[in-house]
């Protein structure tokens, strides 16, 4: 092991003796990122998902065709210089679809967890902190949403209004909110008694202020892990239901759509329905990847 | 023992507590959601005249507790209503479908335990090594590949190219009503009428659904299996083991793994549970007639009493396999007693 | 049987670098009862556990010489050492609690670590736990060997502990604070068992704990270690005329009913013991 040669600023922010709470939160963040690193699993995980992201960012200026441009004559062509990845049964051109699904995919998976996320902090915590019947109502009610499989409750609430994007994201968020709350109170219950809980409260805290600035923040880390690793769940539910015709629907190039529209085809022109099905299921790997990463650092004691 | 049952009575309450809520729930989605039932049954150019008697003969008019109460009532009585699409009642069509339901889940789950409870414990003990990091990739990519475009390859490679396995549905034309039904369930039908043709084609077309079925669920419960085997191995009783001259088959299985195979009924529970969802999708590509098939056309046709009936049925085996797996662990742990 | 170890390290990796855990200690035992007395983080539990190669895979261990009766431990077959775990050497765990498989009865475990060593069938092996629990004093033994750890008070799952490992016959055992998880009643119903065991079966003893005067009642020798080296090694009939200063300060801190003191005395620890 050769050593570096140490610069000022990383003896800053590994020192033993930090001098002030920033210094020590940085070297903390210094050390984990040090951890990371050193996963190339996860590393990879990152940049995928940096790369899908600035790509689907950037779909008007990589696409080369208009993804919606009809060219009949030229239906279900083969991969080429002209298209990419070949023409789907309108003659529409692949690549071009695959970049902009991106972006209805990656809007979905921020719309949901957007919702979710905070929305499952605040249950679990309050639910978590406050105890008795408010726990056991909040608790309950958790449990009937997780006692549904989540792509049927999903299923049937879509049916119920419209399929579409934005009854797929609500339907999403509708199911995916359990397991947060669920996670969130049971990190509060362990926080909760612990003397550096009862040390603010001694000092005249608002319960409100006490989960809002000390316990919610300690359950961040695993709840990162957790939004990361479900994003990819996420990703497949939205597919399932585009694929199952009661997500996006038809022109739109959402990559499940994409799939359920070109299906028939995947005996002789298998490549139409299979480069949006390895699209999803790279953008799937790549949270996995960095989920799985994360937790490694982030929450050891869970591997 | 006698705390044994009485905690399981509790969960029993809580599980009946949960099974009010998911009725009321799967109602709520039914009644409340701008869908009209009404032109569901009738169409949508049915005379005004025929869609108000429809909805007064459905009690479509009353307040919605009402409706509830006698949802309620019909349910507890095993009505869930009639299809518009079978006209069936919705109870018939599920107890003809189910069967191909859990036969596919059921060799599923056989298969993603064979293989993923070994893989799980290979990983642990090799943790860190290549062989670890080349189950972790296996494992991760089952959790991000689309199931249908599993199922599309497969039928691609292994239908189309390789000719090796029989294309989708349950069974070839020539056995269809040859064998007698007793249970349902294709391969024990054949095993019962010692029709070992039958048996051999609806294995044959099994293996197909059940194996892309199977691979998501062997990444979890390998990924599980791993995860517990790492705490099993930490702990100080395999030092004790060690300490006795135990062979490291014996360390690994009977001591780590003895510890272990209580907490992975549970999971193996939850798994199966989960590939009811999984099923939806596989059935949908594989032409599988069952729950999951029945639920994606009756989505696609409004069909919404069939809906509701089979998205209950299916949150309910959900709850019942969460409930014996809870009661298995109470019952099997020397701990939990 | 005679153990030899001479200048044995253990180190660990970590972020900064190797941290040595053991640094150059070296003692032999024979057919007597050697303490190793010493503060948690001594290196003194890596000592014991390194005699019969059970240190975690992440351990670094060097050493002129460790050798079990002629073997040299460091770099025997696998298969060598199982012959010397459990046969030749048993070691006994500090709480019961955690050291017995939770899943498995007591007798199932004690019929496991016979039958690992002896040849016999089952049903052999499951008399002879009994017959085992019974040496260990215990009142009813075929209870005890139907029932499950969780279902066993600290003491009674010590005694199984040392059922277990006296199965084979070893002709060593090696005690890693085999009494400070009990209470201090059966502490001493636990130490005079093995006492009487070792010396009827003739068998060399390791004891290894942090209570010196314990040690010193029980031991033959005494082997004082501080931060990975041992600092003093003597008689235990000789303890007071220990010269390390650190034993002395260890000495000095019990209080005794015989010399008041107006205040027990603290350590003061000199960074030169670390050398």
């Not at chain 2, 669920?217 to 599980?224: D, E, F, G, L, P």
């Not at chain 2, 999951?292 to 709850?319: E, H, K, P, R």
């Not at chain 3, 765990?93 to 670590?113: C, F, H, R, S, W």
């Not at chain 3, 010269?243 to 010399?259: K, W």
């Amino acid at each position: 092991m050769s050593e570096r040669a140490t610069t000022p600023w990383r003896d800053w922010l590994l020192t033993d003796t930090p001098s002030s709470r920033r210094q020590a939160a940085w070297g903390r963040r210094y050390r984990m990122w040090r951890d990371f690193r050193a996963n190339p699993l996860a590393l990879t995980g990152l940049i995928l998902v940096l790369a899908i992201f600035a790509a689907s960012l950037a779909a008007p200026l990589l696409a080369n065709w208009n993804p919606a441009a009809q060219d009949l004559a030229n239906r279900l062509a083969t991969p080429s210089a002209r298209h990419w990845f070949g023409t789907d049964e309108l003659g529409r051109d692949v690549y071009s679809r695959v970049l902009y699904g991106g972006r209805i995919t990656l809007g979905m998976v921020v719309a949901v967890v957007a919702v979710v996320a905070p929305l499952g902090l605040a249950i679990g915590c309050v639910a978590g902190y406050a105890g008795g019947w408010a726990d056991r109502v909040l608790m309950r009610v958790t449990d009937i949403f997780l006692a549904f499989p989540r792509l049927i409750l999903a299923l049937a609430f879509v049916a119920a209004i419209r399929p579409g994007i934005t009854s797929t994201v609500a339907a999403i968020a509708l199911t995916a909110w359990p397991p947060y709350a669920r996670l969130a109170r049971a990190e509060t219950l362990t926080i909760r008694n612990t003397d550096f809980i009862a040390a603010v409260r001694l000092t005249g805290a608002s319960p409100f202020r006490i989960i809002l600035r000390h316990v919610a923040p300690l359950c961040l880390s695993s709840l990162i892990v957790r939004v990361t690793l479900d994003m990819s769940a996420i990703i497949l539910t939205a597919a399932a239901l585009g694929f199952l015709g009661m997500g996006a629907q038809p022109p739109s190039p959402e990559w499940g759509a994409m799939i359920a529209a070109a299906r028939r085809f995947i005996l002789e022109q298998w490549w139409v329905p299979t480069i949006p099905g390895i699209a999803i299921f790279i953008t799937a790997l790549a949270f996995n990847l960095l989920g799985d990463g994360l937790r490694d650092v982030l929450d050891p004691k869970q591997r | 023992m006698k705390s044994g049952l009485r905690t399981l009575g509790a969960s029993a309450a809580s599980v009946l507590v949960t099974l009010f809520g998911l009725v009321l729930v799967t109602f709520l989605i039914g009644r409340v959601m701008p869908i009209d039932p009404v032109i569901a049954i009738v169409g949508d150019h049915a005379p005004p005249d025929v869609i108000a008697q429809t909805r007064l003969a459905l009690g479509l008019d009353r307040p919605l507790p009402v409706q509830f109460w006698i949802y309620l009532n019909h349910l507890m009585h095993g009505d869930l209503g009639s299809s518009v699409m079978t006209s069936h009642s919705v109870v018939d069509d599920i107890i003809q479908y189910f069967p191909a339901t859990l036969e596919l889940a059921t060799v599923a789950i056989i298969i993603a335990t064979v293989i993923g409870v070994p893989l799980g414990v290979l990983a642990a003990v090799r943790q860190g090594k290549r062989t670890d990091h080349a189950i972790r990739i296996f494992c991760l990519a089952g959790h991000s590949v689309p199931i249908f475009l599993l199922a599309l390859l497969s039928l691609l490679i292994f239908y189309a190219t390789l000719g090796w396995a029989p294309g989708t549905g349950r069974q070839d034309v020539v056995f269809d009503g040859e064998v007698p039904i007793a249970t349902g369930l294709l391969t024990i039908d054949a095993i019962i009428s010692r029709d070992w043709a039958a048996l051999h084609d609806a294995l044959a077309h099994l293996a197909q659904p059940a194996g892309v079925l199977a691979y998501f669920s062997m990444a979890y419960i390998a990924r599980m299996t791993r995860a517990f085997m790492l705490d099993a191995l930490q702990g100080e009783y395999i030092v004790t083991a060690r300490a006795k001259g135990l062979s490291a088959a014996r360390i690994i299985w009977r001591h780590a793994f003895g510890n272990i195979a209580i907490r992975l009924v549970t999971v193996l529970a939850l798994v199966y549970a989960g590939l009811l969802e999984g099923a939806v999708v596989t059935e949908t590509v594989f032409s599988w007639p069952g729950l999951g098939q029945y639920l994606t056309v009756s989505l696609l046709n409004a069909d919404m009493n069939a809906v509701l009936g089979a998205t209950l049925v299916i949150g309910l085996s959900y709850l019942l396999l969460n409930l014996f797996a809870d009661g298995l662990y109470r019952l099997l742990d020397p701990r939990a007693k | 049987m005679q153990v030899q170890i001479r200048n044995l390290t253990i180190a660990f990796p970590s972020p900064r670098g190797l941290h040595q855990a053991v640094r150059g200690v070296s003692f032999d035992i024979g057919a007597q009862k050697l303490g190793i007395v010493g503060e948690s983080g001594s290196g003194k539990s890596l000592t014991a556990r390194a005699i019969l190669r059970l240190l975690p895979p992440s351990a670094i261990v060097t050493a002129d010489r460790l050798s079990f009766d002629g073997i040299d431990v460091l770099h025997a077959s696998e298969r060598t050492m199982r012959n010397i775990r459990g046969r030749r050497a048993g070691l006994i765990l500090q709480d019961p609690k955690y050291a017995l498989n939770p899943v498995m009865t007591a007798g199932a475990q004690i019929a496991e670590a016979w039958r690992a060593h002896k040849k016999g069938s089952r049903r052999e092996a499951m008399e002879k736990a009994i017959d085992l629990l019974d040496q260990v004093r215990i009142r009813d033994p075929a209870r005890v060997a139907a029932a499950y750890p969780n279902e066993l008070s600290g003491g009674m799952g010590q005694r199984v502990m040392i059922a277990m490992m006296l199965a084979p016959d070893p002709e060593m055992l090696i005690a890693d604070e085999p009494t400070s998880a009990l209470d201090a009643t059966v502490q001493a119903e636990i130490l005079r068992l093995l006492e009487d065991l070792v010396s009827r079966r003739g068998m060399a003893l390791l004891l290894i704990s942090h209570d010196l005067p314990l040690v010193s009642h029980f031991c033959d020798n005494v082997a004082v270690m501080y931060a990975g080296r041992i600092v003093e090694q003597l008689r235990a009939a000789d303890l007071a005329r220990a010269e390390h200063p650190y034993t002395r300060g260890l000495l000095d801190c019990l209080p005794t009913l015989s010399h008041a003191k107006p205040r027990l005395p603290v350590m003061r620890r000199d960074p030169a013991w670390l050398a």
